[in-house]
């Protein structure tokens, strides 16, 4: 009798992306624990760009040598299928012309740990400290924006979920002005994200009650046997639901964004609204299409409910804002929406799907690389206090600089699906997914499928009331003599905003590329 015990094989080439990411941020804790404080910033730099840059090329080099993985990996905890490789190289990209923004002078507090305004913190600045552990805490953030839509269990997807939230926490609170704004959102978005890891978990649990596992595939397969009528699989459904659906920021569930947002380090900002939305987006798909794929009927007439008030919540609360990050979160918040149309139109054919996927999949880069744009040129727009974040702030600034209001223009086109923008083609591929998945379906809830197409299509109509009244206000109001001025740009801000308008530029004149790079990707669907 043989009672040797085999050690589990990880797949190291499969997950080296990941891998280098996790072992760069180790690196620069171990740079913040011994390196001399002169020295930091210029080995943390190269080294977040690096490893990001390294990460990215490692996800290209997967795609095309070896293609996706045929099976989970890591003992199955892990599934580097089509999708998971296209969003991790998303996530890589977004979060390298973050970091270029991040490395901007003035974002972040010279001494977290000083009372605003207090002798201690004036001190701190004088002597010219910095928070150098930003880009450790920025490279934990994003490797766990590359576990949690790649992990094929719940447990391990919860603590992706924690690993990934836990540094946002304290980035959050690191902003150089308007400190109490900044530890204020902070502090509110530790807690609903407590809450909402909390939900996540209790619904892990409820679902493990029913099914007797927490692996995606054993899940499908429990409920293909098993009582879709089950208390503790309805019950573990909704929990599950509201800890990702917090994470998308879909209504009801998205009273932490326009707060959070508004008052963290606008270039962490640009990584949550980009990065964040593309992790949890998903991790959305991989739990709904891939554990309860088999439970559609169930969880699909909620899912419309949540798609259809977060589209009109994110664009009729969008019109109320003063503030232009706040505007930009509501806006955020009404994208979720539309993306979550690309979620319900699922379908029994294989074909339909990866339509769907590869819609979504289009629509998540197009809107990441604009959202990056957007709020590299809200860092430029300041005043005696900061960034001017009144909109009131940005009247005339098409006169005082015609080339930056027309940058933003541009952006804020995009945001509305305005044609010859990349948004138009974003929100063309997933309403059309989602009519074609309606037409297909031939039932009631095709019939549904069509009438949240035309909600989304009503709150595109409505957002672009929002975005048009900040160009008529940059560009036909008089500025204000004692109006923001424009920070001179770093090299790296120029990049984003540079990369950000040519990428949207020519996915709106030419999305083929794009859209092929996509259906690439989705052919497969997910590893079940």
């Not at 624990?33 to 390294?54: D, E, M, N, Q």
């Not at 973050?98 to 009372?115: M, T, Y």
């Not at 964004?257 to 798909?285: C, E, F, N, R, W």
Request: contains cysteine; hydrophobic residues 60%; neutral net charge.
């Amino acid at each position: 009798m043989n009672n040797t015990i085999t050690a589990p094989t990880i797949e190291y080439g499969t997950l080296a992306p990941m891998l280098l990411i996790f072992g760069a941020a180790v690196l620069g804790v171990l740079v913040e624990a011994f390196a001399p404080r002169y020295l930091r910033k210029s080995i943390h730099v190269p080294l977040t760009l690096l490893s990001l840059a390294g990460g990215f090329l490692l996800v290209i080099v997967q795609a095309a040598a070896n293609g996706p993985a045929k099976a989970a990996v890591a003992m199955g905890a892990v599934a580097v299928d089509g999708p998971a490789l296209f969003i991790w190289g998303v996530i890589l990209v977004l979060a390298f012309v973050s970091v270029l923004l991040v490395n901007d002078e003035g974002h972040f507090v010279a001494s977290a740990a000083a009372v605003p305004g207090s002798a201690e913190e004036e001190e701190a600045e004088t002597t010219g400290g910095a928070h150098t552990e930003v880009y450790p805490l920025i490279l934990f953030a994003v490797g766990g924006m590359l576990l949690f839509p790649a992990s094929n269990d719940l447990l391990i997807m919860f603590v992706a979920l924690e690993v990934m939230s836990l540094p946002l926490y304290l980035l959050c609170g690191l902003a150089r002005r308007r400190r109490l704004l900044s530890q204020e959102a902070s502090m509110k978005y530790f807690l609903l994200g407590a809450f909402s890891s909390a939900f996540f978990l209790y619904g892990m649990a409820m679902v493990y009650g029913f099914a007797g596992t927490v692996d995606l595939s054993g899940i499908s397969e429990a409920l293909s046997t098993g009582s879709v009528l089950d208390p503790l699989l309805l019950v573990g459904l909704a929990l599950l639901g509201v800890g990702l659906m917090f994470k998308i920021g879909a209504a009801p569930f998205q009273a932490w964004k326009p707060d959070v947002y508004q008052g963290a380090p606008t270039p962490i900002t640009a990584l949550m609204a980009s990065g964040v939305l593309v992790a949890a987006m998903g991790a959305v798909l991989r739990v709904f299409w891939v554990a309860l794929g088999n439970l559609d009927w169930d969880w699909r007439p909620v899912m419309w409910g949540v798609a259809a008030l977060t589209m009109v919540v994110g664009a009729i609360l969008a019109i109320t804002q003063t503030d232009i990050k706040r505007m930009l979160a509501y806006s955020s918040i009404a994208h979720a929406g539309f993306l979550l149309i690309g979620v319900m139109a699922t379908f029994d054919a294989a074909a339909q799907n990866a339509k769907s996927l590869s819609a979504i999949l289009f629509y998540l880069v197009v809107y990441g690389i604009t959202t990056v744009g957007a709020f590299a040129v809200v860092t430029l727009v300041r005043d005696a206090g900061g960034e001017a974040g009144h909109l009131s702030r940005w009247a005339g600034l098409g006169k005082r600089s015609p080339i930056l209001a027309g940058v933003f223009a541009f952006f804020l086109l995009a945001f509305a699906g305005i044609p010859l923008t990349s948004g138009f083609f974003g929100k063309y591929a997933v309403f059309t997914a989602a009519l074609s998945s309606g037409a297909e379906r031939g039932d009631s809830m095709g019939a549904w499928m069509t009438g949240l197409v035309v909600v989304g299509v009503i709150a595109s109509a409505i957002a672009a009331f929002f975005y048009v009244r900040v160009i008529v206000l940059m560009f036909f109001s008089e500025p204000a003599a004692d109006g923001p001025t424009i920070a001179a740009p770093s090299v790296g801000t120029v990049a984003v905003i540079a990369v950000s308008l040519l990428v949207t530029v020519f996915v709106g004149l030419y999305p083929q590329p794009v859209l092929d790079l996509a259906s690439s990707a989705a052919s497969g669907l997910f590893i079940r």
